[in-house]
């Protein structure tokens, strides 16, 4: 059988005959017997006793099927024990590089690069010990006198485990101090390396699994643009992997899709899988992308990152500001069974996600920073759309990402790093339900799959501590000044509705042949490829943003060192022209990369553009093979006289140029034209 009950077997079976059979009859029968595969073994009343053992240099916690060995007092993780598996991490690292929670952090006034530090603490401490959960504690205390070397933080680091468990649980706190000095801190996560030799097979959703290459594979290929990309060479170890590309970034996840992944091994056969139960100590939202597990074999529990952000995002703690978080609990499964299947690991692996998403908050948990369920609030309400060039009756929102975050401005969720966000969706009658949520002042934020633009409540959300806020209707009005002319893509805030092409040949990763096109490695450059002269032009009417709108506006290849901006073109018919009137031009990106759009009218030698948005974002999406980064919506008046009855053209000129990473992706472009009152 897989799952938490496997390391019972052999206790079971010497304690008692008739249990012995029943978990005969179950492993044999597991598929056929779903349910008992999700009874925790502590329910049983017959699990291995917990353990405690602390020595010198290392602190020993066992439940009889996994064994975490940290060390003391830097509380890093040297070992997990698993059904006589000494340790499946990687044992030939030194301890300090098998598992460890890290940052990269920064002191503003220094000027100096971001440092990796993985916090070793100094101070170990027992916080719980009874029959049935062991917590303890590695912490570190920041003083003024630890200099400009020390993370100015103060940082509590936990680790639990169950009894009947098949896993262990961790989470940080972090507190920085009123008047302590400023900080940014970049990234924060939990690094696993597992043994090189057993864990060959990654899983990240159902379609996004594989063998993977080692971390000697990727040694003997060849560099590509940058060094995680990597082109397999014929020395490989695996020949089916042979010219293929390597790159972490290949197998990053939305928040909302990365709350279970892991890696398999064959001999024997064992799940490891890193499972997040909740999104809310995750920043930038439900659909802000970031790293998974990828080669090394590297698993990955990313609670912060400015991947896909930009180098301005983080927590930037300023003028002695007081900040605490809790980071965690995230849930570390290990499962294993006697067949050769990785399909029934992984599916279990989701049981396993599912039943720990269920759980949350938990209940078990010993800091007083960590509220449980009755600590905590539910808001309830229901979203509607108005706008009347589409309906003239208010619409349900249908989907929509509901969400609380710190007050700020519309859309602020997408940079808020600091603090706790909670997200649901909305049902096909616009309801929603946030439950779980931690007393404080929120604002509460909505977008609209199919609708642009952002929702901000006009009104502060105060939880307070088992309260049930019913909000009522609330209703969105979007970006609208009148009826839409034409319109390209959906407003989805992704690219994936375009064009995007097959990779070059001799640079593609098979596991994205027909299933996420855009992960592959080297798209940029097709689009040289395939505009090696003249850029794109789209025809509304006659062309199909399917096929004919290459899914980033990225810069040309004029030579092997040398790139150039674009100019695109959006071709269309008016009748009827308001000279006199306005015409709107909405352009909302999916993704901006150090790239600047002009948008011209009918006259593209105009020195001066309509509209610019400046030198805009630094997410590098198009680099990490994502199909979308931060959200932008831009609303452009086009004067009438500007416009011709008959044939017009719109000009898009992404006007830099340098590297191969400079660019946009569109989310949704509409031209409106003037307001009508017979949609009143």
């Known amino acids: 059988m897989v799952g938490n009950m496997a390391m019972g077997r052999k206790n079971l079976f010497l304690g008692s005959l008739g249990i012995a059979f029943c978990l005969f009859v179950f492993v044999d029968c597991a598929d056929k017997f779903p349910a008992d595969r999700s009874i925790p073994l502590s329910n049983h009343g017959s699990s291995p006793s917990l353990n405690l053992h602390v020595s010198r240099s290392h602190v020993d916690i066992d439940n009889g099927i996994v064994k975490l060995t940290l060390t003391k007092p830097t509380g890093l993780m040297a070992g997990l024990a698993y059904k006589g598996v000494k340790n499946i991490l990687e044992r030939r690292n030194k301890e300090t590089q098998r598992g460890y929670w890290d940052i990269m952090w920064s002191r503003p006034d220094q000027h100096k690069k971001s440092r990796f530090d993985t916090m070793q603490a100094t101070k170990f401490r027992v916080i719980e010990q009874n029959k049935d959960q062991i917590e303890v504690s590695f912490s570190s205390t920041w003083r003024v006198s630890h200099g400009e070397n020390l993370v100015p933080l103060n940082i509590d680091r936990r680790f639990i485990i169950l009894r009947g468990v098949s896993g262990f649980y961790s989470y940080s706190i972090f507190e920085h101090e009123e008047g302590w000095p400023a900080l940014n801190i970049d990234e924060a996560r939990i690094a696993f390396k597992l043994d090189k030799d057993m864990f060959r097979y990654m899983a990240i959703s159902d379609k996004r699994q594989r063998i993977m290459p080692t971390a000697t594979d990727r040694k003997r290929g060849h560099e590509l643009s940058y060094r995680e990309a990597v082109l397999l060479s014929n020395s490989t170890s695996n020949p089916r992997l042979k010219g293929e590309v390597d790159d972490k970034y290949q197998y990053s996840s939305d928040n909302k899709d990365s709350h279970v992944h892991g890696w398999i091994s064959n001999r024997p056969h064992i799940g490891f899988w890193v499972i997040t139960p909740s999104d809310e100590f995750r920043a930038g939202g439900p659909v802000k992308p970031d790293l998974t597990s990828h080669a090394g074999p ?383």
């Open 298 to 680: 590297t698993s990955l529990a990313v609670f912060f990152s400015d991947h896909y952000a930009g180098a301005n995002y983080g927590i930037r703690l300023r003028d002695g500001q007081p900040w605490k978080k809790v980071f965690g609990p995230v849930f570390v499964y290990v499962n294993s069974d006697s067949g050769n299947n990785h399909t029934t690991l992984w599916e279990d692996a989701k049981r396993k996600m599912s039943e720990e998403t269920e759980k949350w908050p938990y209940d078990f948990p010993k800091s007083k920073d960590y509220p449980h369920a009755n600590d905590r609030g539910t808001i309830r309400g229901r979203l509607l759309v108005r706008d009347r060039y589409i309906e003239r009756d208010r619409m349900p929102a249908k989907s929509a990402y509901v969400g609380l975050a710190r007050p700020g401005d519309v859309g602020s969720w997408q940079d808020d790093y600091e603090g706790y966000q909670f997200w649901t969706r909305t049902d096909e009658t616009g309801h929603f339900t946030i439950r779980g949520v931690r007393p404080d002042t929120y604002n509460l934020y909505a977008w609209v799959p199919g609708i642009i633009g952002d929702f901000k409540h006009k009104n502060d959300v105060i939880v307070r501590k088992g309260n049930e806020i019913h909000i009522g209707e609330i209703i969105y009005g979007p970006p609208r000044n009148g009826p839409t002319l034409w319109e390209i893509g959906i407003p989805d805030r992704t690219a994936s509705e375009f064009f995007i092409p097959d990779p070059a040949p001799g640079l593609m990763n098979k596991l994205y042949i027909n299933n996420e096109k855009f992960r592959q490695y080297g798209l940029w450059d097709r689009y040289t490829d395939l505009y090696p002269n003249k850029d794109l032009i789209y025809t509304v009417g006659e062309s199909d943003y399917r096929k004919d709108w290459f899914f980033a506006h990225v810069t040309r290849k004029i030579n092997k060192k040398n790139y150039t901006g674009t100019t695109w073109q959006i071709q269309f018919d008016v009748r009827k022209v308001i000279t006199t009137a306005s015409y709107t031009l909405r352009i909302a990106l999916a993704s901006a990369n150090f790239a600047e759009i002009q948008v011209r009218v009918n006259n593209p030698p105009t020195r001066r553009p309509l509209f610019s948005t400046g030198r805009i974002g630094k997410d590098n999406a198009v680099a990490r093979h994502g199909i979308h980064g931060r959200y932008y919506l831009y609303s452009v008046s086009v004067p009438g006289f500007q416009l011709q009855n008959g044939r017009n053209i719109i000009y898009l000129r992404q006007s830099r140029g340098l590297t191969p990473f400079v660019g946009v992706m569109y989310d949704y472009i509409r031209l409106e034209g003037p307001p009508d009152e017979d949609y009143y």
